[in-house]
């Protein structure tokens, strides 16, 4: 997976501008600041996502931060994922600024791990191959417990 360095944030913070301008919306502070911590931080939900942000603006709304999350999902830049804990997470998108990762959650305490593994996604192409199907995306969510747990 590639790092997270700030000129991956630059470029990633300039297609969010970018498209919110094709889109003649404003790119304002609020919705900068939750995109930039969405972006350095995975995994979080509304709720995380709010408290992060409202540590650095006390102004910031819960409402901004749904109507800039459903904005960034709309423009492809992040996505939202179920993880059985009842809540919507969201991460970058891959492609963007990151490579394809796959996740494993511990369905005790609720970590999240992000993993690559090259032969499990040349086996996805073969096995999606031998039924005819040529793949365009996926994502693999394996459940369990942590070595912790």
Known sequence: ??????????????????????????????RLLVAEILFHHRHLNVDEL????RERDATLGYATVWRTLKLLERYGLVHRSQFGDGTARFEVAAGEVEEHHDHMICTRCGVIVEFENAAIEALQVEVAAQYGFRLTSHRMDLFGLCPKC
């Open 1 to 30: 997976m590639t790092d997270r360095t700030p000129d991956s944030f630059a470029t990633w913070r300039d297609l969010f501008v970018e498209r919110i301008a094709r889109d003649r919306q404003r790119p304002t502070p609020q």
């Open 50 to 53: 709010h408290r992060r942000a």
